[in-house]
């Protein structure tokens, strides 16, 4: 058994939406630790750019700013990518929405904003680029990892419908997918991450002691816990895990 390279990323190419901050980036840094070749995408270029520069100090990080919420931005995205990679090792699909407003009141536009991002991006992502993770899929898996949330596996107290909604269909979306690629060596997995900083949760980001007071642990999640997670997931260590989803929450999950 060899558990030295149990982890390691070490020669493998990533492709990171919403990379430039938050749970993304934090995955990112992660990755780059463990030896892969790390591409981030966010809607934002000079945002994105500048998460890039500051990770190249930590190994191979390239900046390719897309809008996912469109077949038209993914496709560019993948374009974009193929001018750097023929293969794909590891896709997370991170970029995320949310929207909160009164059942009374809640917007079309807030619905379609968010399931568009978080539900049908990754599945016409992951789709456009299975020709390429196939291609990665050879002397090791090649792995798609969602990032859903605690929202999707639990109800919170917040009127964030289209957000709840679309957290839950991507675990289900999760397992569907999984069903097809998992014959062509494309192992498909989610996190359901909990409270942690970033601009999505300016709670657990500007009130942490307030939001670890109703984690069980006691406090928000780290940057170690979410990148532990998603290593896990898409190195070796995680071969077998097909169509499940990861929480990582601190347990807060089970105590709303």
């Given at each position: 058994m060899d558990t030295q390279n149990l982890f390691s990323l070490q020669g493998r190419s990533a492709l990171i939406t919403g990379g430039s901050r938050g749970i993304g980036r934090m995955i990112a840094e992660g990755f780059l630790a463990q030896g892969a070749?790390?591409?981030i995408s966010a809607r934002k270029a000079a945002a994105c750019d500048q998460a890039a520069q500051?990770?190249?100090?930590?190994?191979?990080c390239v900046s390719?700013?897309?809008?996912?919420?469109t077949l038209e931005g993914i496709q560019g995205l993948v374009a974009a990518y193929a001018q750097h990679e023929d293969r794909l090792d590891i896709l997370v699909n991170n970029a995320g929405a949310a929207w909160g407003a009164p059942y009374d009141t809640f917007p079309e536009s807030g619905w379609d904003k968010v399931v568009d991002l978080n539900m049908k991006s990754p599945f016409f992502l992951t789709?456009?680029?299975?020709?390429m993770l196939k291609r990665a899929a050879t002397e090791h898996l090649a792995k798609v990892i969602h990032i859903a949330s605690i929202d999707g596996v639990t109800v919170n107290p917040w009127e964030t419908y289209s957000y709840a909604a679309s957290k839950a269909g991507l675990i289900h979306l999760t397992k569907r997918m999984a069903l097809t690629l998992a014959?062509?060596?494309?192992?498909?997995s989610a996190i359901a991450p909990g409270p942690f900083a970033s601009e999505m949760n300016k709670d657990a980001r500007d009130h942490a002691d307030d939001v670890a007071n109703r984690v069980p642990l006691g406090r928000i999640g780290t940057p170690e816990d979410i990148?532990?997670?998603?290593?896990?997931?898409?190195s070796r260590a995680g071969d077998y895990?097909?169509?499940s989803t990861l929480v990582v929450d601190g347990g807060c999950a089970w105590a709303r």
């Open positions: 070749r790390v591409y500051e990770l190249s100090a930590l190994g191979h390719l700013p897309a809008d996912v919420s789709q456009a680029l299975t020709p014959p062509q060596r494309i192992a498909v990148a532990g997670a998603a290593i896990y997931l898409a895990v097909v169509g």
